[in-house]
T-cell receptor, first 111, second 112 residues
Framework: QKEVEQNSGPLSVPEGAIASLNCTYS??????FFWYRQYSGKSPELIMS????GDKEDGRFTAQLNKASQYVSLLIRDSQPSDSATYLC???????????FGKGTSLLVTP | EAQVTQNPRYLITVTGKKLTVTCSQN?????MSWYRQDPGLGLRQIYY???????DKGDVPEGYKVSRKEKRNFPLILESPSPNQTSLYFC???????????FGSGTRLTVV
């Protein structure tokens, strides 16, 4: 299995701040990258996908991809207490069929 | 509403008693997958399917079987469950080979 690494956290940020979540992966041939949000006791929810180097913005979320460094990040601007959750990084293997997940980073946004 | 439906949501069973967890999607997705989620281990892929009658093993397939006789359904079968299969199971589907998955609500299985 190809590795997907994330800091487990918890990452604590004050309300209104920028939360920065990071992920590294081992499969150099990977082409598809995803960020999921998972609230406690709930299923993962897809929030961002990114396929090309650079930044992709969607509302308060920005995904950043650097394939040369094998690094994916997620920025959450104007963090809200409702953003408190575990964020999972997922990477498609080069073959395209296996989607490997990191163990997730727990984010706590404090009022 | 587009969704992935799993049943049951909760199941307690005894060692060795065969069980099936059903999964159905109404989005006409070709790709479907089963994951288990365990504390400290994260989400691990059990099996995936690329289309009807086409399935392959993921990272932790031992003790599980799947079938894909219809595009919408992808049941997970535990023929002789053991306590180490106690876990939270998710079914997921995707329209594209390299697309993100939509997850079902999960099945919490306890094997005693």
């Amino acid at each position: 299995q190809k590795e997907v690494e994330q800091n487990s956290g918890p990452l604590s940020v004050p309300e209104g701040a920028i939360a920065s979540l990071n992920c590294t992966y081992s499969d150099r041939g990977s082409q598809s990258f995803f960020w999921y949000r998972q609230y406690s006791g709930k299923s993962p929810e897809l929030i961002m996908s990114i396929y090309s180097n650079g930044d992709k913005e969607d509302g308060r979320f920005t995904a950043q991809l650097n394939k040369a460094s094998q690094y994916v990040s997620l920025l959450i601007r104007d963090s809200q207490p409702s953003d408190s959750a575990t964020y999972l990084c997922a990477v498609n293997e080069d073959s395209g069929y296996a989607l490997n997940f990191g163990k997730g980073t727990s984010l706590l946004v404090t009022p | 509403e587009a969704q992935v439906t799993q049943n049951p949501r909760y199941l307690i069973t005894v060692t060795g008693k065969k069980l099936t967890v059903t999964c159905s999607q109404n989005m006409n997705h070709e790709y479907m997958s089963w994951y288990r989620q365990d504390p400290g281990l994260g989400l691990r892929q059990i099996y995936y399917s690329m289309n009807v009658e086409v399935t392959d093993k993921g990272d932790v397939p031992e003790g599980y079987k799947v079938s894909r006789k219809e595009k919408r359904n992808f049941p997970l079968i535990l023929e002789s469950p053991s306590p180490n299969q106690t876990s939270l199971y998710f079914c997921a589907s995707s329209r594209r080979r390299d697309g993100g998955y939509t997850f079902g609500s999960g099945t919490r299985l306890t094997v005693v």
